[in-house]
């Protein structure tokens, strides 16, 4: 089982990134998908979960910015990020969970800079 995570980069304050994790040899439609990440000198943190069914629930700091989707067909899941700040620096993570198992992806950093 595999989560590959891709799409980030450096992007200026108020840009937008849209990150992208593909499963393999993982159906990812019967897991809970979720995307977390992790800033310099701080601890992972949950940003936005998606369930099986669709629905999506947000961490306040991404509520009104970003946007969790899935793509069950593809098997893929997304993270549109917009108005992106200083502090959304972090490397960010793709994570499944379903029961007992658990996946995560490498992760992908995202910078915002000027």
């Known amino acids: 089982v595999q989560l590959v995570e891709s799409g980030g980069g450096l992007v200026q304050p108020g840009g937008s990134l849209r990150l992208s994790c593909a499963g393999y040899?993982?159906?990812?439609?019967?897991?809970?998908m979720a995307w977390y990440r992790q800033g310099p000198g701080k601890q992972r943190e949950l940003v936005a979960s998606?369930?099986?069914?669709?629905?999506?629930n947000y961490a306040d700091s991404a509520k009104g910015r970003f946007a969790i989707s899935r793509d069950n067909a593809k098997n893929m899941v997304y993270l549109q990020m917009d108005s992106l700040q200083p502090e959304d620096t972090a490397v960010y993570y793709c994570?499944?969970?379903?029961?007992?198992?658990?996946?995560w992806g490498q992760g992908t950093q995202v910078t915002v800079s000027s």
């Open positions: 998606i369930s099986g069914g669709g629905a999506a």
């Open positions: 040899r993982v159906m990812l439609s019967i897991y809970a």
């Open positions: 994570n499944a969970a379903l029961g007992r198992d658990e996946y």
